[in-house]
């Protein structure tokens, strides 16, 4: 793309999303009024939606990096690969769900959650002013309660779906405050206002609004100090969603976070080593906690949040290094096609979290005994995989943004997270399975085995990855 200039309200720049809502009207609307027993045409219709928004959004690409309607919505190459990432993940989701969701009352309804799900998130990886930026946290947190909680006779989704909503209502309460704080401060919501309304601005109120702020966004990422909803989700949700929750709202939330720290005067607001000590305290307390952690499904929730410290690294070294913002966009990649995949084996081995539900995997159940290989050694940054390349890069943004100091810490923690990954898999390699665990269906493995590869495969082609990276933009320079 060419460099960002402003335009007024062309609808071309939000036709995926307007695509992305009548595709889950639509959905809607069928699931209403078929039968029960043709509720499952559901989940193809989602899939056919979802690919053809991405079929709006590539085509973007090409075109000029813009801040459209009068400066309140991006549509620069950040926007578009962040809708792309989303819309990747939530096909997943879908096709995950397929089996697990089968028979469920609300099949249909389902459906349309994830997408205006995907949505929330979309709107948040756009989002250049703080209305924006609140429709898509709200957007994204309400279908997320709902989906949490979807199985009403689980005690465990129940509880997940009220601690999720009390900690996001607390801190989107905080959100709205903070942006209407940085409103009477700044004297407009968009962001490109706000980068010259702030400055000069009363310090106290400044750091008041922009606090709270962060703190909002920081709960969608599952960030220090609003991250306790995360392994709750992860354990009591069903698969499926735990697997979406888990990591596509944390696609907008990043790109939100590092579209808002960028309009912050840093004399009057220590936003960057702010920043570096909440990716500091995420990554170390995702990773201690996960070391006592015999439920699986929790494992994996406090390595969700010890992934969050490590793409917060990115934003740390924003405007400092060159490698930010290509980094952050490759870190989701990868760690969002690791998470899917790790989710995925949970999926198929029907939600069991137990660790002896995965004695013997290697080698009773190959595939997902690979997959969860695959999945956990990206997640530690073992080459060639995918979380490798996400890393590399990660610490050198950073050590090039003058924190040389959280590199260091993110490589500790890495060998941390050795521990509790590796007792997984010893677990699946080196003892014997009690008997063959039954399998939920082929689609949730088809899903679960293409994540697995996409794993690989984005870890092979790092460098032109990166390289289609190198032209993101946050904001107009």
């Known amino acids: 793309m060419t460099e960002m200039k402003t335009t007024g309200m062309p609808v071309g720049s939000v036709l995926p999303e307007i695509v992305l809502i009548i595709g889950a009207v639509a959905v809607l609307l069928y699931a209403l009024f078929a039968p029960r027993r043709a509720q499952g045409v559901c989940m193809w219709l989602a899939l056919v939606t979802l690919g053809a928004t991405a079929v709006a959004t590539v085509p973007m690409l090409a075109g000029t990096q813009t801040l459209t309607f009068f400066d309140t919505y991006a549509a620069d190459d950040t926007a578009v690969w962040g809708k792309l990432i989303v819309l990747g993940i939530t096909a997943v989701a879908v096709a995950l769900s397929s089996e697990w969701m089968r028979g469920e009352p609300r099949e249909g309804e389902y459906y349309t959650l994830l997408l205006f799900g995907a949505l929330g998130a979309i709107v948040l990886a756009g989002a250049a002013d703080l209305m924006e930026l609140v429709l898509g946290v709200l957007l994204s947190s309400a279908t997320g309660y709902v989906l949490t909680a979807y199985h009403r006779a689980s005690a465990r989704s129940a509880e997940a779906g009220i601690k999720y909503f009390l900690l996001s209502a607390l801190t989107n309460g905080g959100l709205l405050y903070g942006a209407v704080l940085l409103f009477g401060l700044g004297g407009t919501t968009t962001l490109v206002g706000l980068r010259a309304g702030l400055d000069g601005a009363d310090v106290l109120g400044l750091v008041i609004g922009a606090g709270l702020v962060l703190l909002g966004l920081a709960m969608k990422l599952g960030a220090v100090p609003a991250h306790a909803w995360m392994p709750d ?86 405007g400092r290094s060159d490698l930010a913002v290509p980094a952050l966009l490759y870190f989701l990649v990868a760690y969002g096609a690791a998470n899917l995949a790790a989710f995925g084996v949970v999926v198929e081995l029907r939600g069991r979290a137990d660790l002896g539900s995965y004695a013997g995997l290697g080698g009773s159940r190959p595939l997902l005994g690979a997959t969860l290989l695959v999945a956990f050694c990206s997640f530690i940054g073992i080459p060639p995989l995918a979380g490798f390349a996400a890393k590399l890069t990660l610490f050198g943004a950073a050590i090039d943004g003058g924190y040389t100091w959280l590199a260091v810490l993110a490589v500790a923690n890495s060998v941390v997270s050795l521990f509790y990954y590796f007792r997984i898999l010893a677990s699946a390699y080196l003892e014997p399975a009690i008997r063959p665990l039954p399998l939920l269906g082929q689609r949730a493995l088809t899903a679960t085995l293409v994540s697995a590869f996409a794993v690989v495969a984005v870890g092979v082609a790092a460098e032109p990855l990166m390289g289609s990276f190198d032209a993101a933009r946050l904001l107009p320079g």
């Open 233 to 318: 989700v992860a354990d009591g949700a069903p698969a499926p969603v735990a697997a979406f929750v888990t990591v596509a709202p944390k696609v907008g939330a990043l790109v939100a976070l590092a579209r808002v720290v960028l309009i912050l005067p840093e004399d009057s607001v220590g936003w960057r080593p702010l920043v570096a000590v909440i990716a500091a305290a995420t990554m170390t307390l995702g990773n201690l906690a996960a070391l006592w952690q015999d439920d699986v499904r929790r494992l994996l929730g406090w390595s969700a949040v010890s992934q969050s410290g490590y793409g917060l690294m990115a934003v740390v070294a924003l």
